[in-house]
């Protein structure tokens, strides 16, 4: 079965620090993808990024930015120069096509993030 | 834009009690999703839809648990007779593409 883990469960940085939070995951599938979501303190889940496995260019989104290794079967994220709004629990995913033929969604259990003043 | 929309936000009932969890998908989205995040298990999809019609509902916990969805803007997810072990945060997601998920808000139910 298709695993996703954050070994992480909690992380405090102070602001202003520099942060990684680590995925790690298994799959049998050729080719899947793989998501991290937000999920701030007011609930609903916020997508910030999809890779698909044949893609393993590191992506930079501002302050945000993706390493995908393949050899590691790894998807860390890492936040640089962390503001207190970064603080939120964090979600690794990733597909899985299930025997039926249909897809879903296999997250982690999520890092929570605080950034401290 | 609204984005998805879910009633009730928070729900407290008693063990055998009926529940349903309402959601209205973003407007043009095919897929509507349901799950279930507990501090055990994570977060977990129950089932899911595409044009109205459920496509997996592998991660329905049992019988107790249904989901309809009698329209492209409205679908239920009903629990009957609830349990204490049903208390959850439950969301509905719904995606145009299907990896490109947009989560509701959620609806926190405690089963007394």
């Known amino acids: 079965a298709q695993k996703v883990t954050q070994a992480q469960t909690e992380i405090s940085v102070v602001e202003k620090e520099d942060v990684t939070l680590d995925c790690v995951y298994e799959?049998?599938?050729?080719?899947?993808?793989l998501f991290w979501y937000k999920q701030p303190p007011s609930g609903e889940l916020v997508f910030l990024i999809r890779r698909n496995s044949f893609d393993e260019q590191n992506e930079i989104s501002g302050r945000y930015s993706w390493n995908f290794q393949k050899s590691t079967s790894s998807f860390n994220f890492t936040i640089t120069a962390s503001q207190v709004v970064d603080s939120a629990v964090y979600f690794c995913a990733l597909s899985e096509t299930t025997q039926g033929g249909s897809e879903k969604l296999v997250f982690g259990k999520g890092t929570k993030l605080t950034v401290n003043p | 834009d609204a984005g998805v929309i879910q009633s009730p936000r928070h729900e407290v009932t008693e063990m055998g009690q009926e529940v349903t969890l309402r959601c209205k998908p973003i407007?043009?989205?095919?897929?509507l999703f349901w799950y279930r995040q507990t501090m055990m298990r994570g977060l977990e999809l129950l089932i899911y839809?595409?044009?109205?019609?459920?496509?997996?509902d592998s991660g329905m916990p049992e019988d107790r648990f249904s989901a309809k969805m009698p329209n492209a803007s409205f679908s239920t997810l009903k629990i009957q007779p609830s349990e204490p072990r049903d208390s959850a945060v439950y969301f509905c997601?719904?995606?145009?593409?299907?990896?490109?998920?947009?989560f509701g808000p959620g609806t926190r139910l405690t089963v007394l």
């Open positions: 839809f595409n044009n109205n019609v459920p496509i997996d």
């Open positions: 997601a719904s995606s145009l593409l299907f990896w490109w998920q947009f």
């Open positions: 799959t049998r599938d050729t080719t899947y993808y």
């Open positions: 407007s043009g989205h095919d897929y």
